[in-house]
């Protein structure tokens, strides 16, 4: 089964940078879309941003002008990026692909 897995959580300071990234464990055909979720505390999982493979991008609303989705180079691997985190920013964030395949997650917590 295919699964897969991130890398790039932590802690970082508000303002800071963030680069998770996240791959398929198998070779399997290209995912015709991937994204990234987030769920904070008490709060529901939320769509951060989702791009489909050939390019169209979605960010939700929270993260709109500050985070960016890009697909890796290598097939079935995608990025968010972010330069300008805040304390609200802090979540588990999952990667997801068709067929209901999601990772099991990375903290990320923004704090001073």
């Known amino acids: 089964q295919v699964q897969l897995v991130e890398s790039g959580g932590g802690l970082v300071q508000p303002g800071g940078s963030l680069r998770l990234y996240c791959a398929a464990s198998?070779?399997?055909?290209?995912?015709?879309?991937m994204a990234w979720y987030r769920q904070a505390p008490g709060k529901q999982r939320e769509l951060v941003a989702s791009?489909?493979?050939?390019?169209?991008?979605t960010y939700g609303d929270s993260a709109k002008g500050r985070f960016t989705i890009t697909r890796g180079n290598v097939k079935n691997t995608v990025l968010l990026l972010s330069n300008s985190l805040k304390p609200e920013d802090t979540a588990v964030y999952y990667c997801?692909?068709?067929?209901?395949?999601w990772g099991q997650g990375t903290q990320v917590t923004v704090s001073s």
């Open positions: 997801h692909a068709p067929d209901n395949i």
């Open positions: 198998e070779r399997v055909i290209s995912f015709d879309f």
């Open positions: 791009v489909t493979a050939d390019g169209r991008i």
